[in-house]
């Protein structure tokens, strides 16, 4: 059984994403423990609640590993560990530790909206208007040190279109992240995913 924790920061669309294919049934190996927001207003609490999740919050001022260490004594005390968990990013705002990274080596994913490598960081979707490109999407990734460039899981893609603006491509983005990142889950709950170096091969 793969107990799994959420961090969130905002909206929760992308947790509720997870939580609802959980709940469908169709993997039956994840449990979802905790889920823990840096932000008190956070809107993705009620909706954890409303599937019966237990939540936390870990706001304050603190900074790398002595904020994080709060983050992984709650991981913990929900039995999400490094041998038997998982951790899910959803629009999490903070930069992980390294110390937290090392911890639960591979064990943390995270979901960006972009092609990675392409527009790593905020506003990625604004990014690639601006840039001009014609395809962009979404990436699932696992955690390293750095930001957004840990190895690839999966990438869905979405076609810019000429009269895209920030809203509407972020929205068909955000329709694909919802198909994706369950999908990762999933994968690494089946034990499929692979890593060698930089690269996840799904096995
Ligand atoms: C998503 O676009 C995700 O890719 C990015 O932050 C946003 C979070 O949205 N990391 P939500 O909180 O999951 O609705």
Known sequence: MINLGILISGRGSNMESILNFLKEGE??????????SSKPEAEGLKKASKFGIPTSIVSNNLKGWDYDEEIVNTLQKYNVNPDNGLVCLAGYMR?????????YKMRIMNIHPSLLPSFPGLNSQKKALDYGVKVTGCTVHFVDEGLDSGPIIAQRQVAVLENDTYET?????????????????KLFSEKRLLVEGRKVIVT
Do not use: G, M, N
């Open 95 to 103: 930069l992980l530790s390294r110390e937290f990274v090392r911890k």
């Open 169 to 185: 491509l972020s929205d068909r983005i955000l329709e694909q992240e919802h198909i994706l990142y369950p999908s990762c889950v």
């Open 27 to 36: 993997v039956t190996d994840v449990c979802p423990k905790i889920v823990i």
